[in-house]
């Protein structure tokens, strides 16, 4: 029986090795909420200006699509025919060569909103070419910064 007790033995402290104390666990979760605290709102702030600079190439894209355009057809795309003429011919427009823009759709700012074409231009351009940002009103910091085409 000694040796069958000596057995026990080792298997009941194999077993109280094998896991981890609570304290153990608290421990750790205690320090990944610190990390995620830490590094979390660098990670949403890297987000959104990330996004903003997707709005500012995605701007860049349209204005090289509508001087296309506008090289093919001798003018801009007026206010009624918007951004749509980079992609469908208006009707009765001669030299109109595209669709000016890849997938042959406008993209949609990384808000998931549409952008705003004004034509002409209130910013000393030929036209305006803007997002609202996040928030999809006027002005704004971070990501809801207003992000255009025309220089201030």
Do not use: C
């Not at 000694?2 to 194999?14: D, F, G, P, Q």
């Not at 090289?71 to 208006?90: F, S, W």
């Not at 808000?111 to 910013?123: A, K, L, M």
Request: charged share 25%; hydrophobic share 35%; proline share 5%.
């Amino acid at each position: 029986m000694n040796h069958n007790t000596e057995s026990r033995s080792r298997i009941a402290s194999l077993r109280r090795r094998a896991g981890f104390t609570l304290i153990e666990v608290l421990v750790v979760l205690a320090i990944l909420g610190l990390l995620a605290g830490l590094v979390g709102p660098r990670v949403m702030n890297s987000l959104g200006g990330a996004r903003t600079r997707t709005a500012e190439l995605q701007i860049k894209d349209i204005e090289a699509a509508t001087d296309m355009f506008k090289i093919d057809t001798g003018r801009y795309p007026n206010a009624a025919e918007g951004l749509n003429a980079l992609v469908t011919r208006p009707s009765g427009l001669a030299g109109w060569n595209g669709p000016y823009l890849k997938d042959n759709a406008i993209p949609k700012d990384p808000w998931g909103n549409d952008y705003i074409y004004e034509i002409p231009s209130r910013h000393g351009g030929s036209f305006d070419l803007y997002s609202l940002g996040a928030d999809k009103a006027s002005g704004g910091d971070g990501e809801n910064t207003d992000v255009h085409n025309w220089k201030e």
